[in-house]
Structures are given as C-alpha cells and as structure tokens.
C-alpha cells in the first residue's frame, strides 16, 4: 500500500473519519450510561454509520477462530482492544474504550476513544487523562524531519513518567485506503529510529496504556485482548495526515 496520499485522498479520508469524531463527540455520549450492553451501543454506532452511508470496516475482518462480528471493538475495564459487543450491561463506574472504523467510497476512518460510565475513581481518571495526553504528544512528534521513533518514544516516556504502562503488542499504523497499511507506529521504542515521517503520510497514532503490567492476553473468543494481571487499560487514537510538514487531525470534529 502506498505510504503517500494525495491532498484528495486526505480530503475522502478526512470524510471518513469525521464521521467517527461525530459519534464521538455528539451521537454516543448521551447512551453510555449504567445499564446499556455493549451490544446496544454497537447497534446504535452500526445504524449511525449506515445513515451516513458508509461501511463499518471492522466487521468481517478475519480473525483465527472466525470473522469479527461486530460493527465496533468494545473492551470494557481490563480489555484493552478488540472487545466483542454481547449482552454485557455497564456498571457505573466502568470504563468502556470504543474503537470504530468507517469505510466511505473507499477511504477508511480510524479513532477510538475510552468513556467513563458514572462516576469513576481516582486511578482510573488518571488512567484516561494521561492516555488521551499521551496519544497528543505522541501527535506532536509526528513532523517531517522526525522519525517515526519519535512518535514512540515520546509516548513511552510520558505515560511511564506517570506511573502506567505502555502496551507493546500492538501499535498504530498507517490508514487511508485499507483498514491497517504500513507503517507500524510503535507507542514505545528510542527516538532517532524508525521511518522518516514525510508530507501525505496517514497514520493512527493509537496508544494503549495500561495501569499495571504491558502484558497482555487473549480470551477464548479469539478477539478479546485484556490486560495479563486484570487491572484497567484505556485507549486513545486519531487518524492524522502529515501536510505542509505538520500533523493535521483528521478525526477531530470540524
């Protein structure tokens, strides 16, 4: 897949990812509260996206026991990605990480984003300020002349300073004309390494952070990754494109 957009295809990609951003911000919020399952709250983001036109891209995707079943990953304390929505019911005081990809006339949109349900405590709003800070930070390295190292590093010191792991077995990547494209985007490593970020490039920069040990695990659905020792983990991403040498938001409401 190729590494550089043109300004038209950041322009459809954008298109994609605004639609995420608008169920982000506008759409969902006002459902995530105790007592809804994570399987109503996919219905409603899969319906929300169909009336927009688009596609949700994670269903389908191939996975080693069978396809993902679902219109968007919903992991829910200790899960860090790829929940499976089911009958689950949100607790108050439950964090809950949405991960949504949209497919509109080609292009694909990627950003996920972890809510509290209720009131939450302490550890766990440190947990998802410090994430979304770190996905910020890890944004602002991503200029050209800097190598994708940076991005990595950047993230790593930061929510390490802070007390939290960073997961390393997944990473973010580049986005645009297929759901995951080269190039791996670590959220750990040393600065100075990696590609050099260049203009056109799309990348989600997606770091997942932990409140205990990096390790993780899978559950028997073959999709469901938590955390190894069962403590919260919490998820932030944006789409972003390199354009005039800077880093441009592409899943942030306009």
């Not at 919903?74 to 089911?86: K, M, Q, R, T």
């Not at 050209?144 to 010191?157: E, K, P, S, Y």
Request: aromatic share 6%.
């Amino acid at each position: 897949m190729r590494l550089i957009k043109t300004l038209d295809e950041i322009k459809g990609i954008k298109k994609a990812n605004q639609i995420i951003a608008k169920i982000y911000e506008d759409i969902i919020p006002q459902y995530l509260k105790p007592g809804i399952t994570t399987k109503e709250i996919d219905k409603i983001i899969d319906d929300y996206i169909r009336s927009c036109g688009a596609r949700p891209a994670c269903i389908g995707v191939p996975g080693p026991y069978g396809a993902f079943p679902a219109a968007t990953c919903i992991s829910v304390n200790e899960a860090v990605v790829h929940g499976v929505p089911n009958d689950r019911i949100l607790q108050n005081g439950d964090i809950v990480s949405l991960d949504i990809v949209t497919e509109l006339n080609g292009f694909y949109g990627d950003a996920a984003k972890t809510f509290a349900i209720g009131q939450i405590d302490e550890e766990s709003k440190k947990l998802l300020e410090i994430t979304e800070k770190s996905r910020e930070i890890g944004i602002a390295q991503a200029v050209v002349g800097n190598r994708l190292g940076d991005i990595g590093h950047a993230i790593q010191q930061f929510v390490e300073k802070n007390g939290f792991s960073v997961v390393r077995d997944f990473a973010g990547h580049g986005v645009g004309l297929a759901l995951h494209e080269d190039p791996m985007v670590p959220n750990y490593g040393r600065a100075g390494r990696g590609l050099k970020i260049e203009n056109g490039m799309v990348l989600a920069i997606e770091p997942m952070v932990n409140v205990g040990t990096y390790k993780i695990a899978m559950l028997n659905d073959g999709w469901t990754i938590v955390t190894k020792d069962g403590k919260r983990s919490a998820h932030f991403e944006h789409s972003i494109a390199i354009v005039d040498g800077k880093p441009v938001i592409l899943s942030e409401l306009d």
